[in-house]
Structures are given as structure tokens and as C-alpha cells.
T-cell receptor, first 112, second 111 residues
Framework: NAGVTQTPKFQVLKTGQSMTLQCAQD?????MSWYRQDPGMGLRLIHY???????DQGEVPNGYNVSRSTTEDFPLRLLSAAPSQTSVYFC???????????FGDGTRLSIL | GDSVTQMEGPVTLSEEAFLTINCTYT??????LFWYVQYPGEGLQLLLK?????DKGSNKGFEATYRKETTSFHLEKGSVQVSDSAVYFC??????????FGTGTRLQVFP
């Protein structure tokens, strides 16, 4: 059972480049979410989804897009990367939003 | 809005010492409360949870009691090990589709 799988694990981008962080879960969870983790700030919610076809903004959504075409996948897109988006990104999932979440191992992203 | 406040770290202890990491919360309703642990280079893992007042969550020797009168959910362990070195996050969830985290507390345990 793979759980929550994030790819890539590491990525370096130049300012203005675009990329997609992938997240997939095999637990048939309805709820999926993306967080960024920055020193001294804990985890901050970027976007979340309560089911296929439904997404909503979290605390820090600017500069990021998401879609949820299937239950399993929840990709996070950076359309034009900025140095302020240098962070560690975590994807998480659970059956429902108030249930304990399962986290991926994270993607460490550096924007030069 | 809802929020979680944790004691700042790092917390540095010798092996077999007693651990307390303080967590208080602000919420309008009756949230569920969680402790997550993050080992170096890994994602977060659920450590324990409590869903109503006076509930005690426990796992791997760690305990936390949901205290509504003091809006607290302090994490305790009677005897820490070097392998407990990690970052610990307190979090809350209400029926708002969002999990709210504290800033995390780093624990360092030395032999």
C-alpha cells in the first residue's frame, strides 16, 4: 500500500518557470490538501479538495492552481515561480476533512 | 479565527527525562485535536488525537488530554528516548474542511 505519493522529491526552478507537483493516493480518500512548510511558520494550507471536481482555497493560495479530475490525483501547479515560493510542499489525504490526515514525504522546491 | 499556539523550541532533554510540550488553542466550537510528529526528511505522521473534552489520546508512550476549561492539549511522555527526536505539531480541526497547525516544536534528545 503506497499511501500518499509525491513527485518529485526535489526540484530547482528559475524565476518565472512553471511546474506541476504531483500527488497521488491509493486509499480512496475524498479529502486531499496541499500545504507548504516554512521555518517558524508551521504548515499553511494552500488549496484543498473535498472530492473529485471540487477544490477550494486555503490560507495561502496566491500563485498556485489545483484541479481534481479523479479521486486519486491532486496536482499543484505553479504558473510562474517566484523566490517566495521556495519551500517544502506536502500533500495530505483523509476520508473526510475532520479525520486524521496521511501525509506524503514532501517536495523540496527551490526557486532561484 | 481558529488558531493553535505551541511553545517555541528547541526542547533539549537527556534520555529518560520527562517531556512536556505545551499547546493551547482558540476555537469557537468543539474541535478535534491532534498531535503530529515529523522525523527528519519525512512527512508528518499522526501521533495521537482526541475528539471531545476530557478525552486522553495516547500512543507510543505519549499522552495528551483535551482540556476544554484551559483550551489546552499538552503533549507528555514520561521517559524520552533519542529516537523521539523530531518536530511535533499540534493541530485542530472543526467542520470547516481545514486542519490548522501550530508552528511546531523541535525536540532534541541526547544520550
Amino acid at each position: 500500500n503506497a499511501g500518499v505519493t509525491q513527485t518529485p522529491k526535489f526540484q530547482v526552478l528559475k524565476t518565472g518557470q512553471s511546474m506541476t507537483l504531483q500527488c497521488a493516493q491509493d486509499m480512496n480518500h475524498e479529502y486531499m490538501s496541499w500545504y507548504r512548510q516554512d521555518p517558524g511558520m508551521g504548515l499553511r494550507l494552500i488549496h484543498y479538495s473535498v472530492g473529485a471536481g471540487i477544490t477550494d482555497q486555503g490560507e495561502v493560495p496566491n500563485g498556485y492552481n489545483v484541479s481534481r479530475s479523479t479521486t486519486e490525483d491532486f496536482p499543484l501547479r505553479l504558473l510562474s515561480a517566484a523566490p517566495s515560493q521556495t519551500s517544502v510542499y506536502f500533500c495530505a489525504s483523509s476520508y473526510f476533512s475532520n479525520q486524521p490526515q496521511h501525509f506524503g514525504d514532501g517536495t523540496r522546491l527551490s526557486i532561484l | 479565527g481558529d488558531s493553535v499556539t505551541q511553545m517555541e523550541g528547541p526542547v533539549t532533554l537527556s534520555e529518560e527525562a520527562f517531556l512536556t510540550i505545551n499547546c493551547t488553542y482558540t476555537a469557537t466550537g468543539y474541535p478535534s485535536l491532534f498531535w503530529y510528529v515529523q522525523y527528519p526528511g519525512e512527512g508528518l505522521q499522526l501521533l495521537l488525537k482526541a475528539t471531545k473534552a476530557d478525552d486522553k489520546g495516547s500512543n507510543k508512550g505519549f499522552e495528551a488530554t483535551y482540556r476544554k476549561e484551559t483550551t489546552s492539549f499538552h503533549l507528555e511522555k514520561g521517559s524520552v528516548q533519542v529516537s523521539d527526536s523530531a518536530v511535533y505539531f499540534c493541530a485542530l480541526s472543526q467542520n470547516t474542511d481545514k486542519l490548522i497547525f501550530g508552528t511546531g516544536t523541535r525536540l532534541q534528545v541526547f544520550p
